[in-house]
């Protein structure tokens, strides 16, 4: 077709590794016509981000290569075009913002001259032209008082503020095409919300493409016109987004779509006897200042938390970055020291020694985010899940343990033959799984999941949340489960907390609490995350 | 952009269980395959490669010195005995000689009496000791390589011990030094020491620098902040200086000088393990064992020290130059091993005091070049082998 702006044809791309060559992009075609928005979703290592890098030729040459394809862009061969003609296309007329929007930016710059640079390297622009122009920009991305603005560091911003400053950037020459990958990933769901309803009211506005990358069918369906979803390097499945989500075709397709964690959660349990409890606890740590390093002040990472959690129940706490959660989670399990009284089963556990409270370890453990940091890369399998049985059950025989090992294999899903592997060599959510299997190998009574899920797929998602769940109705476990995802909360949780700058918001029996949310705080929290809405101005941080 | 989107990881495991008829099987004994890449890496640098070969080979013969330079023979088969003179001291009285003490093998007299009971001597290669002082020099010492000779200057020699010409002489392949002691034997047994010197000196003083660095880091707060605190003012003492004043109060035996070399060496690992420590130590794989109850020590060597050991590893051929260098410079300046000891520093400096003869200066310098040359090859190598980003193809 002549209309469009953007023709990628028969894409491929190939990575060598150790004199192999693997295709990670296989075959590509789709198009982009003038003022729309295409999305590409799908899991991490399907090869989008590779598509959308190679349209700009950003990939590491000579490692990477082309087989085959063209990326056809105003009448231009791009993949043929050298290295200082594409320039001139890259942030002028394509542009690319990033996932991580602190480490887009550079530290060690004001925004006014990061953004005076692209101004000077594609325009010529500088002094009193460039300076006006910036400030129009910065309006134009929604930041508040951009004339106090141009002096600050990227540090100073917080992180939607930063992705504004980014936008702003790609925005600077005014681009045909703009890509986006991930742009809202590392980002709360209310800035996520906000930085979409931003890029859709500018796209609109500056009548230009967007090529929208993500791994959130929710957000497709919010932003893109079309959609192309991809597997293992392929396309599977391309058209308009109602087509798509109504009458998907290939079966991977419905596959995502039928992806979402089935609510069921575990059911209140008034009768049951309470496993953890705080009251008003604190963690506080001082700002110290001056030559005698005195005390001035507290950053208040949890202000005063009281929890009561249930044998058997499932506590949601749920907060955006920066609101203490995680916090609260290590210092339940006295992982960080906290003021206040920490009771499990009865027994205050607060204060209590490392060998006092090693004892306890067995009954309460923790399973993290990052299923690539939270296994030694240099233990196999075996030996991370037989490192707790070492310390809390020392005379068992070898036998014993290998026996003890097998079985929590088995129980979270994983073949036991793959036991002396090593971590390297799973997917993140087999590894999460693993991870899983070291905290159930001790027969727990109580975990803490910190985000499990975050990392992972949305396919894998559904997966361990239900592997969760069927491990808790097995063996009658308590979770305290810390996301930012309420969706997968809202599948496991019985009871929840809503947490801000270290406070509770809200607490209560999770289906009333989603049912009806009393606080602005979790209204705006729950739109933004199920539907993608902003909340009017001065309810969540901007 | 991450580089685990190009990377494929292959379906390895079933999502269904199996149930428990998976027989316990014993793992063998293996590097594991991010050791195994580095090898191949190690491998790949072609250069380093060779020269770890070389140094290994170069190292290990040295080991056999005694066997390849040396003023006994290895074996003599005397009398229908066999004798290992390089191994056990014999009595001359043993081969028909007179006196109580100790053979000389190089003694015509006693070479004469082997003969004469149809007795024969093996030799080494090369037939002095370090130590040996060849009494037949053709001209005064240092002497100049036996093969550099003219008859002119052999004559006398030649002419008392009713030889045909400078060919049939004992060689001496590099010369000798000024006090008439082959320079090659010298050299084999001053590599070897210089080796196991800096080998023993870079074991303990890593050890020390990874115990204090790993406890610096993972402890952290108040135990970091002394400990960083004493080591700056420790590394601020101007430690040669100390060495000279030291050494001219102690005699300078090799333990010695170890001892007082490890004083200062062990800090230079500190800071590098201290830091992998202090980054390892909020991992969270670090944090689950916490959860665990792991104890601390555990934590330390299990989990946080095979970090710390990739930096240390790749730092560790550069001590060792470095240990090899102290050592060879306080013995040019005279304040090293014992007089009398093979030493290339030694030799260096017999070097600059007779320039008249180079052979001594040149067979000093290619050797500790050479020597080193190889370590920082084999260094370049390692540090290159641990660069998780570094691909061969």
Known sequence: MSGALLEVKNLSVAFRQSGKEMLAVDGVSFEIKKGETVALVGESGSGKSVTALSVMKLLPYPTASHPSGSVHFKGQELLQLPENKIRAVRGNDITI??????????????????????????????????????????????????EERLGSYPHQLSGGQRQRVMIAMALANEPDLLIADEPTTALDVTVQAQILKLLKELQTRLDMAMLFITHDLGIVRKIADRVCVMQRGKIVEQGDVERVFTKPEHPYTKALLAAEPKPDPAPLQPQAP??????????????????????????????????????????????????????????????????????????????????????????????????????????????????????????LSEEEREQRVIRALNEVGLDPETRFRY???????????????????????????????????????????????????????????????????????????????????????????????????????????????????????? | ?????????????????????????????????????????????????????????????????????????????????????????????????????????????????????GGSIYWPPIKYSYDTHNLDLPTP????????????????????????????????WLGTDDQGRDVAARLIYGFRISVLFGLILTIISSTIGVAAGAVQGYFGGLTDLLFQRFIEIWTSIPSLYLLLIISSVLVPG????????????WVSLVGLVRAEFLRGRNFEYIQAARALGVANSTIMFRHLLPNAMVATLTFLPFILSSSVMTLTALDFLGFGLPPGSPSLGELLSQGKANIQAPWLGLAGFFSIAFMLSLLIFIGEAVRDAFDARKTFS
């Not at chain 2, 014999?90 to 109580?100: C, H, L, M, R, V």
């Not at chain 2, 030889?163 to 004992?170: A, F, K, P, Q, V």
Request: net charge positive.
């Open chain 1, 97 to 146: 913002i990033f996932q991580e929007p602190m480490t887009s930016l550079n530290p060690l710059h004001t925004i006014e001259k990061q953004i005076g640079e692209i101004l000077l390297l594609h325009g010529g622009m500088t002094g009193e032209p460039a300076k006006k122009r910036i400030l129009e920009l910065l309006s134009q991305v929604g930041i508040p008082n951009p």
């Open chain 1, 274 to 395: 309470v496993v953890i409890e705080t009251d008003d606890l604190k963690v506080w740590f001082p700002i110290k200042r001056g030559v005698m390093r005195k005390t001035v002040g507290h950053i208040k990472a949890v202000d005063g938390v009281s929890i009561s959690v249930r044998q058997g129940e499932t506590l949601g706490i749920v907060g955006e970055s920066g609101s203490g959660k995680t916090t609260l989670g290590l210092a339940i399990l006295r992982l960080i020291s906290s003021n206040g009284p920490i009771v499990f089963m009865g027994k205050t556990v607060q204060g209590l020694k490392f060998k006092e409270m090693r004892p306890f370890r067995r009954d309460m453990q923790i399973v993290f985010q990052d299923p690539y940091g939270a296994l030694s890369p240099r233990m196999s399998i075996s030996d991370v899940i037989e490192e707790g049985l070492w310390v809390h059950h020392p005379n």
């Open chain 1, 423 to 542: 971590p390297h060599e799973f997917s993140g959510g087999q590894r999460q799984r693993i991870a899983v299997a070291r905290a159930v190998v001790l027969e727990p009574k109580f975990v803490v999941l910190d985000e499990p899920t975050s990392a992972l797929d949305m396919l894998i998602q559904a997966q361990i949340v239900d592997l969760l769940r069927d491990l808790q109705k097995r063996k009658n476990l308590t979770y305290l489960f810390i996301s930012h995802d309420l969706r997968v909360v809202a599948a496991l949780a019985s009871r929840l907390l809503v947490m801000r700058n270290g406070k509770v918001v809200e607490e209560g029996p999770a289906g009333d609490l989603f049912k009806n949310p009393k606080s602005d705080y979790t209204r705006a929290l729950f739109a933004a995350a199920f539907n993608l809405d902003t909340a009017p101005g001065g309810v969540v941080n901007q």
């Open chain 2, 1 to 117: 952009m991450d580089d685990r989107v190009a990377r494929e990881v292959p379906e390895l495991t079933s999502q269904t269980p199996t149930g428990m008829a998976v027989p316990p099987e014993r793992r063998k004994m293996k590097l594991s395959p991010i050791n195994r890449r580095r090898w191949q890496n190690f491998k790949a640098n072609k250069r380093g490669y060779w020269s770890l070969w070389l140094f290994t080979a170069l190292f290990v013969l040295s080991l056999f010195a005694e066997f390849i330079a040396n003023d006994r023979p290895f074996m003599i088969k005397y009398d229908g005995g066999f004798y290992f003179p390089a191994i056990v001291t014999y009595a001359e009285t043993k081969f028909g000689g007179e006196f109580e003490t100790a053979a000389d093998y190089r003694d015509p007299y006693l070479q004469k009496k082997i003969a004469e009971k």
């Open chain 2, 141 to 172: 010492a240092p002497s100049k390589p036996t093969w550099l000779l003219t008859e002119e200057q052999c004559k006398s020699v030649v002419e008392r011990k009713k030889l045909s010409g400078c060919r049939d002489l004992e060689y001496n």
């Open chain 2, 254 to 265: 090799f333990f010695v000088l170890l001892g007082i070399l490890l004083l200062f060496s």
